[in-house]
């Protein structure tokens, strides 16, 4: 059977305070065109699923818009309302809950939205539904999704060299149907969302080595990281060697281009 990695909140947990620290300036540039599609006026009534560490909430907040922010971790939720207190944000409710069974009732917000959030669900379709669920008529949603790894060079790699080091391996969403725009958009039209566009969006990220991307990756990414708390320190130094061997092989030792790209599907109530 594939080695399947933690789906509950503790590796999430455990990145909160780097993970907004590092990737939260990247993660900004796809909230913002989120934000355009969604064409918020103020005072609109905003719901973040699978907020981390509140990318999208601030952002929205600080368009004027009325933010709701869930979290299935705790401590992305504190990192969320540290910066908001930080930065002097308001307009902010921030909560553990959990997407796939949200509290709020029915048709209470102008937008909703999940950042590269549902792609980790157990039970997706409940996430897109429970997302449809408590949208106006007439609001609109949008759900961002990791594009397949074959649209970057680095990532198709490090896909192969995961692959290698470990074969057995599984990612959450491996064989997901919303790493492509029709998938994303099959998946929306499902749960009853009207007039679907998918939108595909890209940043890049340079990095002076393979293996300092690699590092990057392996200490802010919540799946890797749960996969070393599962296997232990012993044999993921062993497979983090292999990985580190397999992308030298293939990159080189020199800079390395890491191209994020991702679907952003927009979808009406």
């Given at each position: 059977m594939p080695t399947r990695l933690p789906s509950c909140p503790s590796p999430w947990d455990q990145v909160a305070v780097d993970y907004a620290a590092e990737v939260t300036p990247l993660f900004r540039h796809f909230s913002q065109e989120a934000l355009q599609l969604a064409a918020l006026t103020p005072g609109a009534r905003v719901l973040d699923v699978a907020t981390g560490p509140g990318t999208l909430a601030l952002e929205a907040a600080r368009l004027g818009a009325r933010v709701s922010a869930v979290d299935s971790s705790p401590r992305m939720i504190d990192a969320l309302r540290a910066r908001a207190a930080a930065e002097g944000v308001d307009g902010i409710a921030a909560?553990?809950?959990?997407?796939?069974?949200?509290?709020?009732?029915?048709?209470?917000?102008?937008?909703?939205?999940?950042?590269?959030?549902?792609?980790?669900?157990?039970?997706?379709?409940?996430?897109?539904?429970?997302?449809?669920?408590?949208?106006?008529?007439?609001?609109?949603?949008?759900?961002?999704?990791?594009?397949?790894?074959?649209?970057?060079?680095?990532?198709?790699?490090?896909?192969?060299?995961?692959?290698?080091?470990?074969?057995?391996?599984?990612?959450p969403g491996d064989a997901s149907t919303l790493a492509s725009p029709e998938g994303l958009r099959q998946e929306m039209r499902a749960s009853s969302f009207r007039e679907v566009d998918v939108r595909t969006t890209c940043l890049d990220v340079t990095f002076p080595s393979p293996n300092k991307a690699w590092a990057w990756f392996a200490s802010l990414s919540p799946p890797l990281v749960g996969l070393r708390s599962s296997v232990g320190e012993g044999p993921w130094r062993a497979f983090s060697g292999r990985v580190s061997s397999n992308l030298e092989a293939s990159l080189g030792q020199g800079e390395v281009r890491l191209e994020l790209s991702a679907h952003l599907g927009l979808g009406w109530a």
């Open positions: 909560s553990v809950g959990d997407g796939q069974a949200l509290v709020f009732s029915d048709g209470v917000f102008d937008a909703t939205f999940s950042m590269f959030g549902l792609i980790f669900f157990p039970d997706r379709a409940k996430g897109f539904r429970e997302l449809r669920r408590v949208l106006r008529p007439g609001g609109r949603a949008v759900v961002s999704s990791w594009a397949a790894v074959e649209r970057s060079s680095f990532m198709s790699v490090l896909w192969t060299s995961l692959r290698a080091a470990m074969p057995m391996f599984f990612w």
